[in-house]
Protein backbone atom coordinates (compact mmCIF):
# COMPACT_ATOMS: atom_id res chain seq x y z
CA UNK A 1 0.00 0.00 0.00
CA UNK A 2 2.87 2.35 0.99
CA UNK A 3 4.87 1.33 -2.22
CA UNK A 4 1.49 2.38 -4.41
CA UNK A 5 0.92 5.25 -2.75
CA UNK A 6 4.31 6.67 -3.52
CA UNK A 7 3.90 5.67 -7.08
CA UNK A 8 1.12 7.15 -7.44
CA UNK A 9 2.18 10.65 -5.32
CA UNK A 10 5.87 10.73 -7.57
CA UNK A 11 3.25 10.51 -10.98
CA UNK A 12 1.80 13.19 -10.12
CA UNK A 13 4.33 15.75 -9.48
CA UNK A 14 5.96 14.37 -13.07
CA UNK A 15 8.71 12.09 -11.66
CA UNK A 16 8.85 8.49 -12.67
CA UNK A 17 10.04 5.74 -10.79
CA UNK A 18 12.80 3.80 -12.35
CA UNK A 19 13.10 0.30 -11.13
CA UNK A 20 16.55 -0.21 -12.48
CA UNK A 21 19.45 1.56 -10.98
CA UNK A 22 22.78 1.20 -12.47
CA UNK A 23 24.68 1.89 -9.18
CA UNK A 24 25.15 -1.39 -7.66
CA UNK A 25 22.62 -2.68 -5.40
CA UNK A 26 23.60 -2.69 -1.62
CA UNK A 27 22.40 -5.11 1.09
CA UNK A 28 20.33 -2.99 3.70
CA UNK A 29 21.86 -3.93 7.73
CA UNK A 30 20.01 -5.76 9.80
CA UNK A 31 22.30 -5.62 12.64
CA UNK A 32 21.25 -4.85 16.53
CA UNK A 33 18.43 -2.41 16.97
CA UNK A 34 18.80 -1.78 20.18
CA UNK A 35 22.01 0.72 19.83
CA UNK A 36 22.01 3.85 18.08
CA UNK A 37 22.71 4.21 14.29
CA UNK A 38 25.76 5.70 13.72
CA UNK A 39 26.08 8.41 10.89
CA UNK A 40 28.83 6.88 8.62
CA UNK A 41 26.17 3.90 8.09
CA UNK A 42 29.26 1.61 8.19
CA UNK A 43 28.48 -1.76 8.87
CA UNK A 44 29.91 -5.60 9.65
CA UNK A 45 29.04 -8.59 9.07
CA UNK A 46 24.78 -9.21 9.09
CA UNK A 47 23.66 -10.36 12.46
CA UNK A 48 20.30 -11.94 13.23
CA UNK A 49 17.58 -9.66 15.53
CA UNK A 50 14.45 -10.17 17.62
CA UNK A 51 11.24 -9.51 15.87
CA UNK A 52 10.71 -5.81 16.76
CA UNK A 53 8.30 -5.23 19.94
CA UNK A 54 4.97 -4.14 18.05
CA UNK A 55 3.45 -2.75 21.43
CA UNK A 56 6.41 -0.73 22.37
CA UNK A 57 6.68 0.85 19.09
CA UNK A 58 3.02 1.53 19.16
CA UNK A 59 3.40 3.53 22.45
CA UNK A 60 6.38 5.16 21.91
CA UNK A 61 4.64 6.46 18.91
CA UNK A 62 1.88 7.86 20.88
CA UNK A 63 4.63 10.35 22.25
CA UNK A 64 6.61 10.55 18.75
CA UNK A 65 3.66 10.27 16.20
CA UNK A 66 4.43 9.76 12.57
CA UNK A 67 4.96 12.75 10.46
CA UNK A 68 3.42 11.42 7.61
CA UNK A 69 0.29 10.73 9.67
CA UNK A 70 0.45 14.57 11.32
CA UNK A 71 1.51 15.95 8.08
CA UNK A 72 -1.65 18.00 7.61
CA UNK A 73 -1.05 19.37 11.20
CA UNK A 74 2.72 20.21 10.07
CA UNK A 75 1.17 22.50 6.82
CA UNK A 76 -1.22 23.96 8.74
CA UNK A 77 1.40 25.18 11.06
CA UNK A 78 3.56 25.83 8.03
CA UNK A 79 1.65 27.74 6.23
CA UNK A 80 2.69 31.57 5.73
CA UNK A 81 6.10 31.04 7.31
CA UNK A 82 9.50 29.91 5.96
CA UNK A 83 10.08 26.36 6.47
CA UNK A 84 13.88 25.60 6.81
CA UNK A 85 14.82 21.75 5.87
CA UNK A 86 17.98 20.23 7.42
CA UNK A 87 18.72 16.59 6.52
CA UNK A 88 21.23 13.81 7.50
CA UNK A 89 22.29 11.49 5.56
CA UNK A 90 23.29 7.68 6.49
CA UNK A 91 20.08 6.46 7.79
CA UNK A 92 17.71 9.06 6.59
CA UNK A 93 18.69 10.19 2.95
CA UNK A 94 20.14 6.43 2.32
CA UNK A 95 19.34 2.87 3.80
CA UNK A 96 22.46 1.89 6.22
CA UNK A 97 24.17 -0.61 4.73
CA UNK A 98 27.14 -3.11 5.30
CA UNK A 99 29.97 -1.06 3.17
CA UNK A 100 29.44 2.55 4.12
CA UNK A 101 31.07 3.21 0.39
CA UNK A 102 28.00 1.86 -1.20
CA UNK A 103 25.42 3.72 0.94
CA UNK A 104 24.17 5.13 -2.49
CA UNK A 105 20.80 7.81 -2.50
CA UNK A 106 18.50 6.65 -4.78
CA UNK A 107 17.30 8.34 -7.76
CA UNK A 108 13.98 9.12 -6.39
CA UNK A 109 15.31 10.22 -3.25
CA UNK A 110 17.55 12.44 -5.57
CA UNK A 111 14.63 13.90 -7.02
CA UNK A 112 12.63 14.58 -3.80
CA UNK A 113 15.30 16.14 -2.20
CA UNK A 114 16.13 18.20 -5.39
CA UNK A 115 12.57 19.54 -5.45
CA UNK A 116 12.35 20.25 -1.65
CA UNK A 117 15.26 22.49 -2.36
CA UNK A 118 13.31 24.40 -5.09
CA UNK A 119 10.68 25.66 -2.09
CA UNK A 120 12.90 25.71 0.59
CA UNK A 121 16.48 26.16 1.66
CA UNK A 122 18.04 22.95 2.08
CA UNK A 123 21.45 21.38 4.37
CA UNK A 124 22.75 18.18 4.19
CA UNK A 125 24.50 18.15 7.56
CA UNK A 126 26.52 14.47 8.07
CA UNK A 127 28.98 12.83 10.35
CA UNK A 128 30.81 12.25 7.03
CA UNK A 129 33.23 14.61 5.03
CA UNK A 130 31.50 17.03 3.16
CA UNK A 131 33.31 15.94 -0.19
CA UNK A 132 32.21 12.26 0.21
CA UNK A 133 28.15 13.62 1.05
CA UNK A 134 28.24 15.65 -2.01
CA UNK A 135 29.65 12.87 -4.24
CA UNK A 136 26.74 11.27 -2.63
CA UNK A 137 24.13 13.30 -3.32
CA UNK A 138 25.06 15.11 -6.50
CA UNK A 139 22.70 18.54 -6.14
CA UNK A 140 23.90 21.86 -6.39
CA UNK A 141 21.02 23.54 -4.68
CA UNK A 142 21.70 22.48 -1.12
CA UNK A 143 23.99 23.18 1.48
CA UNK A 144 26.62 21.02 3.04
CA UNK A 145 27.72 20.59 6.24
CA UNK A 146 30.61 17.64 6.90
CA UNK A 147 32.50 16.64 10.17
CA UNK A 148 28.91 17.03 11.95
CA UNK A 149 28.59 20.65 10.86
CA UNK A 150 32.68 21.47 11.40
CA UNK A 151 32.72 22.21 7.73
CA UNK A 152 30.27 23.82 5.73
CA UNK A 153 29.71 25.14 2.12
CA UNK A 154 26.84 26.92 0.68
CA UNK A 155 25.32 26.33 -2.09
CA UNK A 156 26.06 28.68 -5.49
CA UNK A 157 23.03 30.81 -4.99
CA UNK A 158 23.93 32.12 -1.31
CA UNK A 159 25.97 34.57 -0.03
CA UNK A 160 29.79 33.20 -0.07
CA UNK A 161 33.38 33.89 1.58
CA UNK A 162 36.13 34.25 -1.27
CA UNK A 163 39.69 33.91 -0.30
CA UNK A 164 42.09 36.48 -2.35
CA UNK A 165 42.28 34.16 -5.41
CA UNK A 166 38.48 33.78 -5.80
CA UNK A 167 37.83 30.37 -4.60
CA UNK A 168 35.16 29.58 -1.83
CA UNK A 169 35.73 29.47 1.47
CA UNK A 170 33.87 26.74 3.35
CA UNK A 171 32.85 27.87 7.40
CA UNK A 172 35.70 25.76 9.77
CA UNK A 173 35.09 26.32 13.53
CA UNK A 174 37.81 24.16 14.02
CA UNK A 175 40.27 24.63 11.04
CA UNK A 176 43.25 25.01 13.23
CA UNK A 177 42.96 21.79 14.24
CA UNK A 178 43.55 19.90 11.17
CA UNK A 179 47.22 19.21 11.27
CA UNK A 180 47.15 17.59 14.42
CA UNK A 181 43.72 15.59 13.09
CA UNK A 182 46.07 14.59 10.59
CA UNK A 183 49.11 13.12 13.25
CA UNK A 184 46.39 11.46 15.28
CA UNK A 185 44.92 9.62 12.20
CA UNK A 186 48.28 8.46 10.74
CA UNK A 187 49.07 7.45 14.86
CA UNK A 188 45.42 5.36 14.84
CA UNK A 189 46.30 3.79 11.38
CA UNK A 190 49.26 2.19 12.97
CA UNK A 191 47.45 1.65 16.32
CA UNK A 192 44.47 -0.41 14.81
CA UNK A 193 46.41 -1.97 12.17
CA UNK A 194 47.20 -5.27 14.02
CA UNK A 195 43.18 -5.45 15.02
CA UNK A 196 41.39 -8.00 12.26
CA UNK A 197 38.45 -5.99 10.74
CA UNK A 198 38.83 -2.41 12.52
CA UNK A 199 38.50 0.20 9.78
CA UNK A 200 39.56 3.81 9.92
CA UNK A 201 37.68 6.24 7.86
CA UNK A 202 38.93 9.76 7.83
CA UNK A 203 36.21 12.47 7.82
CA UNK A 204 38.21 15.60 7.38
CA UNK A 205 37.70 17.47 10.80
CA UNK A 206 36.79 14.17 12.62
CA UNK A 207 38.32 9.95 12.29
CA UNK A 208 35.98 7.47 12.75
CA UNK A 209 37.90 4.10 13.73
CA UNK A 210 34.48 1.37 12.50
CA UNK A 211 34.66 -1.94 14.05
CA UNK A 212 31.44 -3.70 13.22
CA UNK A 213 34.20 -6.31 11.50
CA UNK A 214 36.10 -6.73 14.62
CA UNK A 215 35.82 -9.98 16.35
CA UNK A 216 33.69 -9.34 19.56
CA UNK A 217 36.40 -10.46 22.02
CA UNK A 218 38.86 -7.45 20.36
CA UNK A 219 36.67 -4.60 20.80
CA UNK A 220 37.19 -3.74 24.21
CA UNK A 221 41.26 -3.98 23.08
CA UNK A 222 40.25 -1.21 20.33
CA UNK A 223 38.17 1.00 22.50
CA UNK A 224 41.46 0.74 24.90
CA UNK A 225 43.83 1.57 22.12
CA UNK A 226 41.84 4.31 20.73
CA UNK A 227 40.97 6.23 23.98
CA UNK A 228 45.03 5.90 25.41
CA UNK A 229 45.77 7.65 21.76
CA UNK A 230 43.95 10.55 22.75
CA UNK A 231 43.82 11.04 26.67
CA UNK A 232 46.70 13.01 26.48
CA UNK A 233 45.32 15.31 23.95
CA UNK A 234 42.68 17.75 25.67
CA UNK A 235 42.10 19.14 22.69
CA UNK A 236 40.60 16.13 21.62
CA UNK A 237 37.76 13.48 22.89
CA UNK A 238 36.58 10.58 22.06
CA UNK A 239 32.67 9.44 21.06
CA UNK A 240 31.18 6.47 20.92
CA UNK A 241 28.38 5.50 18.08
CA UNK A 242 27.08 2.20 16.97
CA UNK A 243 30.15 0.07 16.32
CA UNK A 244 31.89 3.11 15.90
CA UNK A 245 34.48 5.26 17.81
CA UNK A 246 35.11 9.07 16.71
CA UNK A 247 38.08 11.04 17.54
CA UNK A 248 36.70 15.12 16.80
CA UNK A 249 37.84 18.27 18.35
CA UNK A 250 36.96 19.22 21.82
CA UNK A 251 35.21 22.66 20.49
CA UNK A 252 31.54 23.97 21.61
CA UNK A 253 30.51 22.64 17.78
CA UNK A 254 27.56 20.16 17.18
CA UNK A 255 24.53 19.90 14.41
CA UNK A 256 22.76 21.82 16.65
CA UNK A 257 25.05 25.13 16.87
CA UNK A 258 25.57 24.37 12.66
CA UNK A 259 21.78 24.57 12.37
CA UNK A 260 21.93 28.07 13.89
CA UNK A 261 24.97 29.11 11.87
CA UNK A 262 22.64 28.36 8.77
CA UNK A 263 19.78 30.12 10.12
CA UNK A 264 22.12 33.16 10.68
CA UNK A 265 23.88 32.71 7.44
CA UNK A 266 20.03 32.54 5.65
CA UNK A 267 19.47 35.85 7.40
CA UNK A 268 16.76 33.74 9.50
CA UNK A 269 18.37 33.88 12.80
CA UNK A 270 16.30 36.68 14.36
CA UNK A 271 13.45 35.98 12.43
CA UNK A 272 10.18 35.48 13.62
CA UNK A 273 8.32 33.46 10.94
CA UNK A 274 10.98 30.39 10.23
CA UNK A 275 9.99 27.12 10.98
CA UNK A 276 13.40 24.60 10.54
CA UNK A 277 12.52 21.36 10.10
CA UNK A 278 15.31 18.62 10.66
CA UNK A 279 14.75 14.72 10.15
CA UNK A 280 17.72 12.59 11.25
CA UNK A 281 18.30 9.05 12.61
CA UNK A 282 21.60 9.69 15.15
CA UNK A 283 21.99 10.43 18.11
CA UNK A 284 24.44 13.42 16.77
CA UNK A 285 21.42 14.51 15.63
CA UNK A 286 19.95 14.99 19.06
CA UNK A 287 21.66 18.37 19.29
CA UNK A 288 19.54 19.55 16.60
CA UNK A 289 16.57 18.42 17.85
CA UNK A 290 17.13 20.19 21.12
CA UNK A 291 17.67 23.72 18.78
CA UNK A 292 14.32 23.29 17.35
CA UNK A 293 12.68 22.18 20.93
CA UNK A 294 14.61 25.44 22.88
CA UNK A 295 12.49 27.66 19.81
CA UNK A 296 9.13 25.62 20.21
CA UNK A 297 8.64 26.21 16.75
CA UNK A 298 9.37 23.88 14.16
CA UNK A 299 10.03 20.13 13.07
CA UNK A 300 12.38 17.84 14.62
CA UNK A 301 11.99 14.03 13.05
CA UNK A 302 13.68 11.18 13.94
CA UNK A 303 13.73 8.33 11.72
CA UNK A 304 13.84 5.00 13.40
CA UNK A 305 11.75 1.78 13.45
CA UNK A 306 12.68 0.94 17.01
CA UNK A 307 11.71 2.78 20.58
CA UNK A 308 14.49 4.99 21.51
CA UNK A 309 14.96 7.97 23.90
CA UNK A 310 14.76 11.39 22.02
CA UNK A 311 14.19 14.96 21.87
CA UNK A 312 12.25 14.85 18.19
CA UNK A 313 8.22 15.39 18.44
CA UNK A 314 7.96 13.51 15.13
CA UNK A 315 8.96 10.29 13.80
CA UNK A 316 9.35 8.36 10.52
CA UNK A 317 10.33 5.01 10.33
CA UNK A 318 12.80 4.64 7.61
CA UNK A 319 13.98 6.24 4.44
CA UNK A 320 11.24 5.10 2.38
CA UNK A 321 9.16 7.16 4.36
CA UNK A 322 11.25 9.99 4.77
CA UNK A 323 11.04 10.21 0.70
CA UNK A 324 7.40 10.00 0.84
CA UNK A 325 7.42 13.20 3.40
CA UNK A 326 9.55 14.98 1.44
CA UNK A 327 7.68 14.25 -1.62
CA UNK A 328 4.66 15.40 -0.05
CA UNK A 329 6.11 18.17 1.71
CA UNK A 330 7.32 19.37 -2.19
CA UNK A 331 3.84 19.03 -3.46
CA UNK A 332 2.27 20.85 -0.66
CA UNK A 333 4.36 24.07 -1.06
CA UNK A 334 4.60 23.70 -5.15
CA UNK A 335 0.40 23.57 -5.19
CA UNK A 336 0.69 26.68 -2.43
CA UNK A 337 2.55 28.45 -4.78
CA UNK A 338 0.71 27.92 -7.61
CA UNK A 339 -3.04 29.32 -5.83
CA UNK A 340 -1.22 32.49 -5.09
CA UNK A 341 0.00 33.23 -8.73
Known amino acids: MIKRNL ?6 MGFQISHSNN ?69 TLSPIVEDPDKAFMSAEMRMAVREVAKYFPTSIISGRSREKVKEFVQLN ?43 ISIELEDTIREIQGARLEDNKFCISVHYRQVPPQDHEILKEKVKSLVENRPEFRVTEGKMVLEVRPSIPWNKGDALNYLLDTLGFSNAEDVLPLYIGDDRTDEDAFKVIAGRREGFPIIVSSIPKDTVAWYSLRDPSEVLAFLLRLAKWKKSETSFFK
Open 23 to 91: QMKVKPFNGPENEDDDDNGTNGNLTFVNPPDVAAYASWLVKHPSALNMFDSITKEAKGKRVVVFLDYDG
Open 7 to 12: AKLMHT
Open 141 to 183: NVYYGGSHGLDILAPPRAVKSFDKKGNEVAFQPAKSYLPAIQE
